[in-house]
């Protein structure tokens, strides 16, 4: 796994050309007040000949009514376990959580709605201290951590996430710093 140990623009525009096709998401436009804090992927080389198998970015920012909130996007290839590890899930898959009643929550992607379902957490998280969604988006798993675990009230708004990748000059004005995840 690669992993910036601070975020900032040249590093980021790296971590881009590393994960190649996969995607690197986060909500879009970034809320006033947030900036991204963390990202990194697995797989995927310096020179961009390899895509990456996985990919993140964590962004933090202030709500009204859970203060700092930290959300995290995974997107990964099925057997991964990076989304696992920043959600502190004790399997590598979302597994048997995903698909069973009416979605928690849905995402839109490139204009197609993302349902989301929670995933239990509770055999290794003692604190409930986080919320962690995943479904399935263009045939990767997509997880969603977010801590404190009642800022997944955030996501009754369909947020849109988006491949920054994609974005071109606008990254330059993307806001760095902040503390990285706990995970």
Do not use: N, Q
């Not at 895509?51 to 993140?56: G, I, K, P």
């Not at 989304?83 to 502190?88: E, F, H, K, S, T």
């Amino acid at each position: 796994m690669w992993r910036s140990s601070v975020a900032g623009y040249e590093v980021f525009a790296e971590h881009l050309v590393r994960a190649g096709a996969m995607p690197s998401l986060m909500p879009w436009p970034l809320t006033p007040g947030w900036s991204i804090t963390d990202f990194g992927c697995v797989g995927g080389d310096p020179d961009g000949k390899v895509d990456a198998r996985a990919s993140f970015v964590s962004c933090a920012g202030p709500s009204e009514l859970d203060g700092v909130v930290e959300l995290t996007v995974i997107s990964e290839e099925p057997g991964v376990g990076l989304g696992a590890r920043c959600a502190g899930a004790s399997r590598t898959d979302p597994g048997a959580d995903l698909g069973e009643g009416p979605p928690h929550a849905k995402v839109r992607i490139d204009g197609h709605p993302i349902s989301l379902w929670a995933v239990s957490t509770s055999d290794s998280d003692v604190d409930f201290d986080r919320s962690v969604l995943a479904g399935e988006a263009h045939g990767r798993w997509l997880w969603i951590v977010l801590r404190p675990a009642s800022a997944v009230l955030l996501l009754k708004d369909e947020w849109v996430l988006h491949d920054v990748a994609g974005l071109g000059p606008e990254l330059i004005d993307l806001p760095f710093g902040g503390s990285p995840p706990a995970w």
